[in-house]
């Protein structure tokens, strides 16, 4: 893809607010789209007929899917293969096993270590796309090129993309939203386009705000996506739908800890009484077998969004999640490995199909995981919003509010399509929230779901903390993977008062904006 931005000068002194937006990129192939890709569209042509929205909006969703490392070819920044294994890589159940992220696994990131500093600017290079997209839908709309009901629909994607992105900026640059009750200060909230010169610096004059002030807007953007966008969409659940935008705000509610709010969306999407649970939005249901929704990856009715590849656009072996996730037995490179203390968990029962069928075994007798296996073509979709998180979700909630009826067949619905008979929970077991809490560890293993868990129970005096203890790489052999061994972690636990529990702000960031250089994250 060609980059046609003419005023470089800018970008330069300014790419962490995500400038790419001044000229959006499509789909480097059919992944997106049938329509035939162009190759580089700018800002006035993409909305002057129907077809250049079409293969503009791709290019928000190229952006989403693959983003850039360093400025060159991107490895899965925003939302692929590199987000998945940062919040990974940031908790305790999967173990680094070389140097590619020790940085994150130890958390001796800086204000320039380049897995923190993507994330941030891809992430803001994603929103800005999708302002820019919006101002031309809506402009696009007034001069009738496209009808109402279609700009706002291509809006509903974009405000469903942006509030996604603006809920990883949040959970990973501030405080949760229990610390304060969302008084922290939060992430800049960016809905309106940087594409001049002037618009740069309106953009240099807004501050942090306040983390409540953040889940307001991520909520808002989330209504209207939910009000305008269709049950599904032509390219299946790698564009956003409305039940996207409610299973997304059961996760940002859950956070909010507002347990009534998590309920009330389940409900739309069927996570309500006894089961079997089936969505009335797309027919979501849980798949027969848990390794469904990987096998399966394109076509299943139990994902509700995800990022797609293909064989011909990817984020190549540096980035693609098989490269990392898988061991090289099966021709990826093993760089990332279960941890032991997972594995051998007392909670995670010997004959659990997930063991069987999404954990494989290396050469060296070390156990991966197995969700991601197209070694030969990086082309796995990266998961990230599936129907048993929504359950699960609201199984949480329902607990905490006091319908422990409800959040028990809400867990076993999951829970019981994996484990032997012998050991599904009948009645609820003595700590039924503890229950909850470890089969999302198990369910969601590789999915990049730990550290948004660790986040968000950090203040939680029963089941939070800061950041934890982590079992190093040398202690990991294939003696561990026993059924009963539980290592002592050598990496220590980090407190939630240390101020390495949160990302720093990039430098670049701080360099170039007089606003949030005084509003950085201390400790950096």
Known sequence: ?????????????????????????????????????????????????????????????????????????????????????????????????ATFYAFTYEATYSSSSANNVNHWENLYNLINQANVFIAGVQKAAAGGVLTADQAKSYEGEARFLRALAHHELVINFSKPYADGNGSQPGIPYRDTPINSPASVQAALLVKRGTVAEDYTKILADLDFAEANLAPTQPNGYQRATKGAAIALKTRVKLHKADWPGVIAEGVKLGATGNGPYTSPIAAYVLTASPDEPFTSFDNNKESIFSIGNS????????????????????????????????????????????????????????YYNYKYRLASTNADWAPILRYAEVLLNVSEAAQRSGNTSLSLNLLNAVRNRSVPVADQFVTAPGDLLRAILNERRIEFAGEGRRWADITRLALDPTYGGGI??????????????????ILTPSIAAIPYSDFRFLWPFPLSEVNSNPTLALEKNPGY
Do not use: H
């Open 468 to 485: 934890p203890a982590k079992v190093r790489n040398t202690q990991v052999v294939a003696a561990a993977f026993d059924g009963s061994t």
């Open 311 to 366: 064989t011909t656009s990817n984020p190549d072996v540096n980035g693609s999640l098989v490269s990392m996730f898988a061991p090289t037995s099966v021709g990826a490179r093993g760089l990332v490995a279960t941890s032991p203390n997972l594995y051998n968990a007392s909670y995670w029962v010997a004959g659990d199909k997930r063991k069987a069928l999404l954990q494989v075994k290396g050469s060296n007798g070390i």
């Open 1 to 97: 893809m060609k980059n046609n931005i003419k005023n470089k000068s800018i970008l330069n002194k300014i790419s962490f607010f995500g400038l790419l937006g001044l000229i959006l990129f499509t789909a480097s192939c059919k992944k997106f789209t049938e329509l035939e890709p162009l190759d580089a569209i700018s800002e006035n042509v993409g909305f002057e007929n129907a077809a250049n929205v079409e293969l503009v909006m791709n290019g928000v969703y190229q952006q989403a899917a693959i983003g850039t490392y360093n400025g060159g070819g991107g490895r899965g920044y925003p939302f692929g293969s590199a987000a998945i294994q940062q919040s990974e890589m940031r908790g305790q159940d999967m173990v680094n096993m």
